[in-house]
Every structure is written in C-alpha cells, then in structure tokens.
C-alpha cells in the first residue's frame, strides 16, 4: 500500500458533535493538519475538551504516543467557512437531515479549492441525491465512519451515480493512514453495506421479541455470544468457510422463507421514541436504567472500545497471510 504523507494534506471536518471530534481526533492522529469547523456555536462549548479527552485517553490506552499538545497543534477550531480554503477534504458531519445537509454544502463550496473532495459522513441519506445539491457531483463521496472514530477500523467510501470512481480509490488509499480497513462502495445502494447487514438482523430480533419467541434479553445473548464472538476476526462468509459451508447451504433452504421481511417501523421501538426514549442517553430505551446505571454503561462502553480495539489489531484482515509469511522467513 503506497504511503500518502498526510502532513501536506489539510483536511477539515464540518460539525463538530459527537462523531465530528472523534473523527477530528482520528485525522490528528493520522498527521493531517485539521481544520474543525463549527457550524452552529453551541459546538465551541464542548468541541475542544471532547477532542482534548479523547487524546487524554488515547495516550492513556497507548493509541497515541504523544502528548495531546503534540497532535492539537495542529488543529484549528473555527467558525469561518473561509478557513476551508487550503482543504483537500472537506468532512461534513451535520445531523442527519437533508436541508441542514444542503444549507452546510452551500456554505461550504465557495470556499472549497479546485481540487478538494466534499464528503458526507450521512448514515442512511443515498450519496447520488446528496451529490446532486452540489457543484461538483464529481468530487463528492460518503465517508461513512462508526463512533468512535478514532478507535474503531470500520469506514464506508461510497461512490454515488455521478462520483468519480479513481478519487473513491484515492480515498481508499489514504484511508488506510487513518489506521482503518475501509470499504469501497462503488455504487450507490441505501444503507450502504454495512447498515443492510445490521438492519436485516435489528428487523428480525423486532420480529423475535414482539412475537414472544424471546426476551429483549435473550436476542442480546444471542448476538453477544454468536456472531459477537468471531466478527472482529472474520466476516459471514469466512466465517461460513470456516465452519461448513453445506451445513449452510442446507440451512438455508428451509430457514430463508421464514424469515422476517416486514416493511413497517415495529411497535416496540415506535413506543420508545413516542416517549422521548433514547436509549442510555437519556436513560429511557429498550432496558431500563437509573441515571447512575446509564452513566456506568457509557463508561463501560468507552472502556470497551479500547478493549475490542487492542484484540482487532493483532488479528488483520491479513493475519494468515502474515503468519505464513512469518513461518517462510522462519523456515
Ligand atoms: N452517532 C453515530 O454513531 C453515527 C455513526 C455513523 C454516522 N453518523 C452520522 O454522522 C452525522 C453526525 O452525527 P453525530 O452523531 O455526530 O450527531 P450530533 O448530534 O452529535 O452532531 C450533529 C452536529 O450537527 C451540527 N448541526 C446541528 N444543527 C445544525 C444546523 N441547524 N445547521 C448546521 N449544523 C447543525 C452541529 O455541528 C452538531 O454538533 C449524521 O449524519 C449521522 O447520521 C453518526
């Protein structure tokens, strides 16, 4: 894999919530010059501590090497679009929600270099119609990240209709320096890879649990102990090849016409939402939780996401090829 030298690629991040500064962290780490953009004010009260703890915490889990001062000096935090100007990518990461989305392109296009790419971290808005509210369609992409940005390896590079499918690439590449195995989607498809996948399984554990077949439960056993066992070392299919892929083939036959194809939002979680519920957020969702209890469950998460992330690294996408490479040298 050719190495880009990230230091002479400056790269701005527009909107700076929740994933806007992990995935500000992630570029930092990776030796970009970054411009973080604030699109509305009220980012400027949390943006810099929530960048400045991920660091605290990356250097305390060994993430990075370097003092948090080391990294911020190469941060900008800023309100004026006009910051943009030197920027080769330009990250938008507003909520999700197409007119806000539209209104942010606009501010953000007249001040984007000839040779900049605009990409979108949306989860489920289609990347050929958000390329069409913009000037240069062909330079647009979905880099679609999963919080936290700066721990996990998971990213989405997605081409819409009108994308130039050698940038995708370009992208690609690069990614590789912000320490991700990414993904190129190389026609747009809604819900891109990823949340296909998840989605099928998040409609038929709705469909388990509503129709009495298990508890909320028994479905987060299930997947925690299953496919939450083996995934951060293969996907379905090696994990297929690995385990037999007749027994599947059998399976499937009579296993693929039961399953759960329904086209309406289930009632459970419509209930949830209907009463404000955002799961351990604001302590209201599937389960239930006392303000101390949510609390601790964030914490444990966080702690996890360093956890999950020092067992992914030593097990590549390439680990076998690794191994015999190593067993050739030994030899
Ligand atoms: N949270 C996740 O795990 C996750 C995962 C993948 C993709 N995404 C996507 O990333 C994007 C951002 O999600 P988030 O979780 O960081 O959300 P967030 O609510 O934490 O942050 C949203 C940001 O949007 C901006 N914003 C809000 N109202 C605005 C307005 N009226 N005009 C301009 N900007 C405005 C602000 O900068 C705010 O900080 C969304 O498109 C979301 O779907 C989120």
């Known amino acids: 894999m050719e190495n880009i030298n990230t230091s002479e690629i400056p790269v701005a991040v527009v909107g700076l919530g929740l994933m806007g500064c992990s995935i500000t962290t992630c570029l930092l780490i990776a030796g970009h010059p970054v411009v973080a953009l604030a699109p ?62 539209a209104s942010v392109f606009g501010k953000i296009e007249p001040h984007l270099a000839e040779d900049a790419l605009l990409t979108s971290n949306t989860s489920a808005i289609p990347i050929t119609q958000l390329q069409a509210l913009t000037g240069r ?11 936290p940005s700066h721990t996990t390896r998971f990213l989405e590079i997605i081409c819409g209709d009108q994308s130039n499918v050698e940038l995708g690439e370009y992208l690609y590449q690069l990614s590789h320096q912000w320490a991700k195995e990414p993904i190129l989607v190389r026609k747009d498809i809604p819900g891109f890879i990823t949340n296909r996948l998840m989605y099928a399984m998040y409609r038929e554990a709705f469909h388990l649990v509503e129709n009495g077949y298990a508890t909320i439960e028994d479905v ?9 066992y083996f995934m951060t070392l293969v996907g379905v ?25 329904g086209t309406e939002v289930p009632k459970l979680i419509d209930e949830i939402v209907k009463r404000d519920g955002n ?52 030899d």
Request: hydrophobic fraction near 35%.
């Open 40 to 101: 509305i004010s009220a980012d400027l009260n949390h943006a810099e501590s929530r960048i400045n703890k991920h660091f605290e915490r990356s250097f305390a889990n060994g993430i990075v090497q370097n003092s948090p001062e080391h990294y911020l000096q190469n941060l900008t935090i800023t309100e004026d679009y006009a910051d943009l100007k030197n920027c080769k990518i330009v990250l938008e990461c507003t909520i999700e929600n197409i007119d806000v989305k």
């Open 137 to 147: 369609p062909e330079r647009f992409f979905g880099l679609h990240w999963a919080e």
């Open 220 to 228: 987060d056993r299930s997947c925690r102990n299953n496919a939450g």
């Open 237 to 261: 299919f090696r994990w297929m090849d690995l385990t037999g892929v007749k027994a599947y083939h059998t399976v499937m036959k009579n296993l693929f016409p039961t399953l759960h194809n």
């Open 279 to 330: 799961g351990v957020s604001n302590a209201n969702g599937f389960y239930d939780y006392s303000d101390e209890e949510a609390e601790m469950w964030e914490k444990t998460f966080t702690e996890f996401t360093y956890k999950i992330r020092e067992l992914a690294l030593q097990y590549p996408s390439d680990i076998v090829k690794q191994k015999m490479n190593k067993a050739d040298v030994d």
